[in-house]
Every structure is written in structure tokens, then in C-alpha cells.
């Protein structure tokens, strides 16, 4: 059976997927695996390194590869990584999702909407409630959310495994200077949503344009389609998978 590993985003770490591991395995009927990115989560110890490739080989070396097969599904950040993992090792995973993210062949306005840079990028360095409300406020659309009690866990998560400022800063840099790799061999499946306050959608056409790739548009989620509709997502990998 394969085993699916799940990579989040920018300064995020694995128990701010929420309810959608479960969600996904239970869909799927498969197993799936979480790892944090070097400096983040159970990494907080660590400092991240200031590129993406560098950030692939830390969570590869910690991946459990003996006798499994796996494939990868990740978003924003997390997605790049998997971009560079799958290009620079394609015998790793056996196919690959890739959701909201986007590569340097993208406008960094694109890449980086302009309403979301305070909270995107200035508002990381903080570590409280209001400011995890005002990320959740622009990165996801479902009203039935109630953002006042994510933001207080969510900022109970920095409080027990809070990230050095230079680990958030090193990790921005790392994904403003990401290449789109030239070369990827494993089936990849491209996940975005036209509502996206934070990256634009046309970011995720990019890359799905420059691999081939078939893409899949969620018509009112918000970044973080894993909070929004995760079993949309699922469905999804259903479909492809076929």
C-alpha cells in the first residue's frame, strides 16, 4: 500500500493541518505520514537552512523510504519542496499533488499578493492570537470556521514549539528565490483555488503548464483549501488516481 507524506507551508507546521490527515486517509483508505520542516514543529530547535533544496534533503533524510512506496501531497511552501524533490529524486514518490504554491517563474506580485504581505511575511515574526486570526482571516474562506478558536490553538502551537525569527526569515528567503524546476518526471496534480488571497491561482497554472500537469480549480476556498475543504481535495486524488 502506498503511504502518503503531507509537507506544509510558510512557517507552518504539521499539527496546523487540523482535522485533514484524517480526512484524506480515511478517504483514501491509506496511511499517511507528517514531517516538519527544519526549524518549525518539532524542528523549532533547528535553524532553517535559506534554500528549498537544503530544506528537501533535511526532511528526506528523516523520511523512512526502506520497503515503502509512497507518493506526496503538499501546499504553498511545503509545495515547492515537493516540486524540488520530485525533480532532483523521481524515484522517491510515486505521483505527487501540488496545492496553491508557485516557483520564481511567476511574477513575485503574483506570488505574493499585495494585500497579504503585512500578515504573510511581517505578521510570522509575531506570536499571539490576533495575529494567527488575521493570517486564518486572509488564507481561508469557509464561514462555517470559527477563526476565534483556531487562532487561539494555533497560537498555543508557537507558545510549546515557537520558531527562531531567523528560521521564519531564512524560510522566506528560501521561497522568494525558488526556481521552477526544468525537469519532473513523477505525475504531478495541481490544486488551486480562484479565491486565493495570498498566492494568485495563475502561479499554480504556471507550474502546471510547465510539467504538464492536469489542474483543478476549487471555486471559492481561500490558501489553505486543506481547512476549507479538505474532502474536496480528496476527491480529487480519487478522481486522478482513477
Not at 502506498?2 to 491509506?30: C, D, N, V, Y
Not at 494567527?132 to 487561539?152: F, G, T
Amino acid at each position: 500500500m502506498t503511504r502518503w507524506l503531507l509537507l506544509r507551508g510558510l512557517s507552518r507546521e504539521k499539527r496546523h493541518w487540523e482535522q485533514f490527515p484524517q480526512i484524506f486517509a480515511e478517504s483514501l483508505g491509506i496511511p499517511v505520514e507528517c514531517l516538519d520542516a527544519p526549524g518549525f514543529g518539532t524542528e523549532f530547535n533547528r535553524i532553517s537552512p535559506t534554500s528549498i533544496s537544503a530544506i528537501t534533503d533535511d526532511i528526506r533524510s528523516r523520511l523512512d523510504r526502506r520497503d515503502e512506496k509512497w507518493s506526496l501531497l503538499a501546499i504553498s511552501l511545503g509545495g515547492m519542496i515537493g516540486l524540488d524533490w520530485c525533480s532532483r529524486y523521481p524515484e522517491d514518490f510515486e505521483r505527487a499533488v501540488i496545492i496553491n504554491s508557485s516557483t520564481a517563474s511567476t511574477p513575485v506580485w503574483q506570488r505574493f499578493l499585495p494585500s497579504s504581505i503585512p500578515n504573510l511575511l511581517l505578521g510570522r515574526f509575531r506570536a499571539d492570537a490576533p495575529r494567527e486570526r488575521a493570517i486564518l482571516a486572509q488564507s481561508a474562506n469557509n464561514p462555517d470556521l470559527d477563526l476565534d478558536v483556531l487562532s487561539r490553538r494555533w497560537a498555543g502551537y508557537l507558545q510549546t514549539q515557537r520558531p527562531s525569527s531567523a528560521s521564519i526569515a531564512r524560510q522566506i528567503w528560501a521561497a522568494i528565490t525558488f526556481p521552477m524546476p526544468t525537469h519532473i518526471d513523477t505525475p504531478l496534480l495541481v490544486l488551486t483555488s480562484t479565491h486565493d488571497r495570498i498566492v494568485s491561482s495563475a502561479a499554480s497554472r504556471t507550474i502546471a503548464d510547465t510539467h504538464g500537469a492536469p489542474i483543478a480549480t476549487h471555486p471559492s476556498a481561500g490558501h489553505d483549501i486543506p481547512l476549507d475543504d479538505g474532502a474536496w481535495i480528496a476527491e480529487q486524488v480519487k478522481q486522478w488516481i482513477g
